[in-house]
Structures are given as structure tokens and as C-alpha cells.
T-cell receptor
């Protein structure tokens, strides 16, 4: 299956600024998930939003979902240098299968 | 939270040899596990779904005879890269969903394979 798209592919901001990443997907989903990956490491689950939800918050994270446009966004507020990582969205379809987006490389400059 | 481990964390092998990677769910049972491959600066690509007690399901384009998957128990799945070649060098990651109210999925830390 084709991967979803994320934009931007790379984002560089200053500490304290907000970072917004967008994700588009292609199929009907059970839910959409966002993950973080530090270079060369495994994935860390950030947040899950169900297909019947439109917005969800977790700490400095805010995720929105628009099923009519098949898109989602991840907002990280008051960014920190430690937020520097790659961020991936993943659409979950049947059988818990995840299809990952291409990812956004976020760099937060101190 | 639940933990999924992988072993080894990195391996270097000669071309033509076979390499086995283990994925274990440490504190929950997983009838299904997933294997992904990630090339540098790219996203994760699902290779196959490992099913306890039955054959693995491979994604289109993934050679089942080259990437052997065995779901030996409810807590262990293995991926064997047979006759490895330099183009198989990659980061291999497994995941296991824990069924429940939210069907959370937990990822292993990954295995870096380098084939010389």
C-alpha cells in the first residue's frame, strides 16, 4: 500500500516556537497515530486519535483529524531542543496494521 | 507501559550469511507481531505480519523465502534474513499490539543490520 504523505519533510524552528506537522492518508482508518523517533532509535508512541474524534490533547501536543479531507495535524507548543526528532503519522486499518507517513524531521534550535 | 525487546540491537555479517533477529513481548502475550524495515532517512515500511500458530503474511514485494518469519510462541517472533546481501542492510523494527480497550501497539528498539 502507498504511504501517506507528511509535510513539511523538514522543519527548523527556535526553542519556544510552535511546530505544526501535517499528514494525509489514503484509506479508511480505525485511528491515526503519531510517533516520534530519535535518530537510529525505536519509535515512541505520542498520541492516538480515533476516526470519530476531531481533536485531542496530551500535554504540549495537540492533534486534529479531518476524515473528510483524510488529513491530520500535530502541533507541538512551546518547543524545546529535546523535541528534535523525526515525527511520523501512522494510519491504522484492519488487523492493527499501521501504514506510516514519510515523516517530518523537526529541528528545534536552542 | 508494555515493553517489546529486540535482539540483537546491531549485527554485522558477511554477504551470503543468514541473520536471525528476535522480537519479544516482555509483559504481555502477542498473537500478532509486525516487522518493519527502515532505510536511512526514510519511513518505516511494513514487511510482514507474524501470526502465532500460522504462517506469516507478507506485504507485496517482500520475498518470503528471503525473510523467514517464525512466531514461535505468544511472546516471541523471529525474522531470519537468509543469504544476506549489502542491499539488505537496514534498520529492522518489530511491533506488537496489545489487545484491549485501545489496542495499543508497542515497538521494539530496532536492530541495525549491516551486511558487508
Amino acid at each position: 500500500s502507498q504511504q501517506g504523505e507528511e509535510d513539511p519533510q523538514a522543519l527548523s524552528i527556535q526553542e519556544g516556537e510552535n511546530a505544526t506537522m501535517n499528514c494525509s492518508y489514503k484509506t479508511s482508518i480505525n485511528n491515526l497515530q503519531w510517533y516520534r523517533q530519535n535518530s537510529g532509535r525505536g519509535l515512541v508512541h505520542l498520541i492516538l486519535i480515533r476516526s470519530n474524534e476531531r481533536e485531542k490533547h496530551s500535554g504540549r501536543l495537540r492533534v486534529t483529524l479531518d476524515t473528510s479531507k483524510k488529513s491530520s495535524s500535530l502541533l507541538i507548543t512551546a518547543s524545546r531542543a529535546a523535541d528534535t526528532a523525526s515525527y511520523f503519522c501512522a494510519e491504522e486499518t484492519s488487523g492493527s496494521r499501521l501504514t506510516f507517513g514519510e515523516g517530518t524531521q523537526l529541528t528545534v534550535n536552542p | 507501559g508494555a515493553v517489546v525487546s529486540q535482539h540483537p540491537s546491531w549485527v554485522i555479517c558477511k554477504s551470503g550469511t543468514s541473520v536471525k533477529i528476535e522480537c519479544r513481548s516482555l509483559d504481555f502475550q502477542a498473537t500478532t507481531m509486525f516487522w518493519y524495515r527502515q532505510f536511512p532517512k526514510q519511513s518505516l515500511m511494513l514487511m510482514a505480519t507474524s501470526n502465532e500458530g500460522s504462517k506469516a503474511t507478507y506485504e507485496q514485494g517482500v520475498e518470503k523465502d528471503k525473510f523467514l518469519i517464525n512466531h514461535a510462541s505468544l511472546t516471541l517472533s523471529t525474522l531470519t534474513v537468509t543469504s544476506a546481501h549489502p542491499e539488505d542492510s537496514s534498520f529492522y523494527i518489530c511491533s506488537a499490539p496489545r489487545t484491549g480497550l485501545y489496542n495499543e501497539q508497542f515497538f521494539g528498539p530496532g536492530t541495525r543490520l549491516t551486511v558487508l
